[in-house]
Each structure stands twice: as structure tokens, then as C-alpha cells.
């Protein structure tokens, strides 16, 4: 089970790097692509073991470095810092709450980009930054934050539908029926 | 709380972080395109998605829209004609000239000219790059100018065997040496855009003496050797003495719409 959640997240941040290149979406109208990364990475930390953070955290990063500008393997790290914070604390997460997914997708999705950007300006690759990243960083956050609750809606719905189900052992057993009445 | 594993995990990836940010900058290409050739399967199934999306578009239009349109572009084209034929008579005089000066013939672009299609967009909102369906194979190669019908689009970054990276005009990392049309043809060197407005670029470092005025055409300078001289780049917005007034900084509009681009052209050496 853990293992095809893992295939499965893997294979959303294939995708959701693919979409973010490929189609415009959000950035003609609001001149902001949106990043799905960190709402898988919520979802990852909150419902799988520290391997698939890391993995995610590697795989995505690397992915979304190949289609980008961005210097190989700076999101690896941005990405992993934030998987790793919520992991350290998941036992104190309401994670099936709606509300707890949106505030931890905003919160994961405003800082894996400056993270990004603060990594960015370390190792010497200065980014195209005005007033205009102000808005571009509030939409990444809300649109991150929208996104958490449908991930979990959505990996829900994949694992009931393509993941098995495990058998649950009762208590019943039918030669030990208590037979009431005359026979 | 985490556990020793945990830390174990912690450590190798950013081992491997650091191991990949520190990569010679060769390797670092190689290594960024071989990973993107993983999208190669998916690239078919974007065109095939945007055709469709096309399609249903052209659906949509009615019939006298469409013939008002069609009646809008036989006028259009009817005007380039007068204006390819006024600019072949130019040519020739031009020709003339430059054989009386014995001055060396330019190349013509036409011929030079490779058409590509837009693929992918950066996924990162802090760059302006693109990549193309041309790749080494078509004989491309890194830094040829590229162009779209308004003018210049920027330059090539990073080639594979079937794509091509493109720098976009206003990335920090496509500078482009810029003239612009005036009676002192000032030069000055194409910047940055803003994060959000892709149309403005900031042109610098032009004499604090420059003569600009709104509506003046920029085109490339020929200087700094990627860009041929004359390629439309747009038109000066509006200009400040920038630095304590060091110099005179002005903002221009791009011809090209950079927003919009799905099919644009790389001039071949």
C-alpha cells in the first residue's frame, strides 16, 4: 500500500510539473504559473513514511529544475524543508480537517518559493524579482492552499478505487453462535 | 520526533543537493536534459490537447465573423505585397550601392530563417525561458537569435538533440546590446522585465545625453556579436537619468508579444 501511494505521488508531481510547463493556466490571466509541488508535499509528509518525502523532495525538485531556468537541484532542498517541518509534527495535525490542509497548503506553498528565491540569491543566480513577485507569491500561496484539500480528496478517491482494501479480522465466528430458543 | 533513519534520509538528500548544485556546469546541461527527455512522451500529447483546444475555437466563430476576418486579412496582405515589392526595390538599389562603395553584401534572413513551435514554458515565475521542437538535429546551436513577427524573442540557451531552451528578452540571463532610432543613436544595453509585465524591458546604460522620446524605435545594435544589427525590438516608453544620473534608463515596449508566442523563428548563422 505504501508503496503504489508513493508510485502514485510520484507520478501526480510528473504530471503536475508537465501541466505547470506546458499549459499557461493561470499565468495569462494572472501572470502567475501556480506550483503544485507543495501541496504534494503536504499530502506526502501527512499520509507516507519519511522515504516518500524524501523521494518527493529529489523527484520533484529535480523535474521542475529540468523544465526551468532554475540551477539543477535548487528545489530539492526548499521542497524537502518543508516536507521535513510538517513530518517532525504530523502526530500534532489535524490532517483529516480541510481546514488544517488549506493552512498547512498556504503555508507550504508561501515558503518553498522564497525558500527557492533566498537559495537562488546564495548560490549567485539572481531571479527576475520587483513588487510584482509580491502578487505573484500571494497567488502562488492561495492557489497552493486551495489545492491541499482537493490533493487529499484525490488521492483518497485513487486509493479506494486502485489501491486494495485490507481484510479486517472479527471477532465473529459462526460455530461459536449462541443459538437462542428451543431446538 | 525523528528517529535515526530520519536522520539518515535527512543527510543523504541534501548531500545529494549539494552534490547536484555543485556539478561542472557541462554536466549540470547534460545531466538537466537527459531528466527533461522524460517529458518527451507527454510533449505530443500537449500539441494534440492544444490543437483540440484550437479547434473547438474555430467552432465557435461564426460564419460572418469569419468572412469579416478573412475580408481583413486580404486587405493586410494585399499592403505587405506593395511593401515586399517596395522593399525588394530597396534591396536592389541597396545591392547597387554597396557594389559602387565595394562594401561587403549583407545576408539576407529569409533564407536563414527556421521555424519552430512552442513546446513548454518556465515553470518558475522568476525567469522568462521557453523551449522549442528544434534541437542539434536542425542545426541549432546555443546563442542564435530568435525572433517571433513583432521582432526579437531572445536567444537560444541550452540545445538537445530534439529542443531547444530559449532566454527570453528581459530575463536576467539575455542581455541584448540595443540602438535606438534617434538623430544620435544612442545605444544602451536590454535588461530586465518586470516579474509580472513581460511587454516592458529596461533598456540602460545610454548616454545621460540621449534624445529620446516616447515612440522611438529600438532595434539591435549588432554589438556584443549574438544579435545581427536591425532586429526590431520595440519602442521607448518613457526614460529617467538612473544612478545619481550616471545614465539615462528607459523602458520599452517589446513588438513582440511574449505572453502569446506558440510558433516563433531562429535565424541560422
Redesign the interface.
Known sequence: MIAFRTLLILLAAFLAVFWEAAFPGTSRWLHVQVDLLPPLIVYASLNTGMRTVALLGVFGGLLFDSLSANPLGVTILPLFIVGLAIYWRRELILRDQPYAQFVLGLGASAAAPLLTVVLLLTVGHPPLLGWGSLWQWLVMSLAGAIATPLFFLIFGWCERVLGHVPVIETSFRPDREIRRGRS | ??KR??YI??G???L??L???N?PGRA?AR???A??S??LP??GL?SG?QQLTGKAGDLLLSRSELARQNESLRRENEQFRLLAMQAEEMARENDRLRKLFQWQQQHRWKSRLKLARV???????????M?IDLGSRDGLRTNLPVLAIGGLVGRI?SVSLTRS?V?LV????CKVAALVENETLDTGVMG???????SLVELSYLSRNAALKPGQNVVTSGLGGIFPAGIPIGKVVDSRLAEYGLYTEARVKLEANL??LEEVWVLLP
Not at chain 2, 513546446?119 to 525561458?129: H, Q, S, V, Y
Request: proline share 7%; charged share 10%; aromatic share 8%.
Open positions: 520526533m525523528l533513519p530520519h534520509a535527512v543523504m538528500v541534501v545529494l543537493a552534490l547536484v548544485l556539478l549540470t545531466l538537466k536534459l531528466i527533461g522524460l517529458f507527454l510533449f500537449a490537447a513546446i513548454l514554458r518556465d515553470p518558475a515565475n522568476w525567469w522568462r525561458t523551449q540557451h531552451q532566454v528581459g530575463d536576467p540571463n530586465n522585465a518586470g516579474p509580472l509585465d513581460t505572453g502569446a
